[in-house]
């Protein structure tokens, strides 16, 4: 009676860790899906050796599915050429997309996140608007979710963050300034000018370069800060730059000058209830009053305190207390 149940069982573990195995995010309505599901999606399909079902998103699956298997079978370079005449916008979109140099990826990327207009990105890009829009769709399909910011910062800008500090400059600058403040912040992160100016003149000149230099500072600093790690190390400096930086807009004169005197003002109130300052009394001792002059007492001598037996020319003796003048000789080895 016990296998009668038991074996029932069994299979229903079976069962059940098969769907679990084959189910996947790679789908158009799940909420943790990556910006390339289609393009997983349909490597899932190859490598399982599962066909297509008919979905919801069933033509675009099916279309990078088709081409896929074409990328498993193209062994030479004429076959790519026919793989690519036969898709063209997806093999450039791939290109961009599998390229070892990925700054031309990561600006595509940060500009479909601020919302600029596909042929802007191409025009930009030297790509066709059909390429671009093939990207979006195989490659970084976010633009249904854009109005998701919760879904943007966990499944799209959070992962660039965990990337390396190497990588992590316009994987995660570039996209996190597009999706937040738009095109303009891309191109000043990307082409590093806010405003370019061609001088024409020797004054000119060199007030393009003091502005070029006043922006690449303000760039570098906040690429430092939006990178750098708060831990132990770098906590103390965070602190301290912030300090600074409010010191000088309020000896600038702007608005930040309150919030330095408040914060001037905070600080103070924590020392004077810090419990240090509440419990130091004064030594009345002979032995304070001694050390209190900056004496420092030996321990013999504080045995004579102790006891009682100060020596009547003691005390007279600390207080008039002198030392000789350095010699030449002195003078000149202590310099």
Not at 82 to 111: C, F, G, K, N, T
Not at 279 to 296: F, H, L, N, P
Request: charged share 25%.
């Amino acid at each position: 009676m016990g296998s009668e149940y038991y074996l029932p069982s069994i299979h229903l573990i079976l069962f059940l860790k098969t769907e679990m195995r084959l189910a996947s995010i790679n789908t158009l309505s799940c909420v943790t899906r990556p910006p390339d599901w289609r393009w997983q999606r349909a490597g899932e399909l190859l490598q399982q050796g599962r066909p297509l079902r008919r979905c919801k998103d069933y033509n675009e699956v099916a279309q990078v599915h088709r081409f896929r298997v074409g990328m498993n079978n193209a062994r030479t370079a004429d076959a790519h050429l026919v793989l690519a005449e036969r898709y063209p916008d997806i093999y450039d979109a791939w290109s961009i997309y599998a390229s070892e140099d990925r700054a031309l990826r990561h600006e595509i990327e940060a500009r479909i996140l601020a919302r600029e207009p596909f042929e802007t990105i191409a025009s930009k890009v030297a790509a066709s608007s059909d390429v671009v829009t093939a990207y979006e769709k195989f490659f970084f399909n976010v633009t249904d979710r854009l109005d998701s910011p919760s879904y943007i910062t966990h499944q799209v800008l959070d992962k660039a963050l965990r990337s390396s500090p190497a990588e992590r400059t316009p994987d995660f600058l570039w996209k996190i300034f597009g999706y937040w403040q738009g095109p303009m912040m891309v191109d000043a992160w990307v082409y590093r000018f806010n405003s370019p100016s061609r001088p024409d003149s020797v004054d000119g000149v060199a007030a393009a370069l003091n502005d070029d230099f006043r922006l690449t500072l303000l760039f570098k600093a906040d690429q430092l800060m939006r990178t750098m790690p708060v831990n132990e190390h770098s906590r103390t400096d965070i602190l301290m730059t912030w300090c600074r930086l409010l010191e000088a807009e309020r000896e600038s004169g702007t608005q930040a000058g309150t919030d330095y005197a408040s914060l001037m003002s905070g600080m103070q109130s924590v020392l004077e209830k810090a419990p240090w300052t509440k419990r130091v009394r004064k030594d009345s001792s002979a032995a304070g009053q001694i050390e209190a002059t900056g004496v420092t007492i030996r321990a013999c001598e504080y045995q004579l305190l102790a006891d009682g037996t100060i020596p009547d020319s003691f005390q007279h003796l600390i207080e008039h207390t002198s030392f000789p003048e350095p010699t030449n000789a002195q003078a000149t080895k202590t310099n």
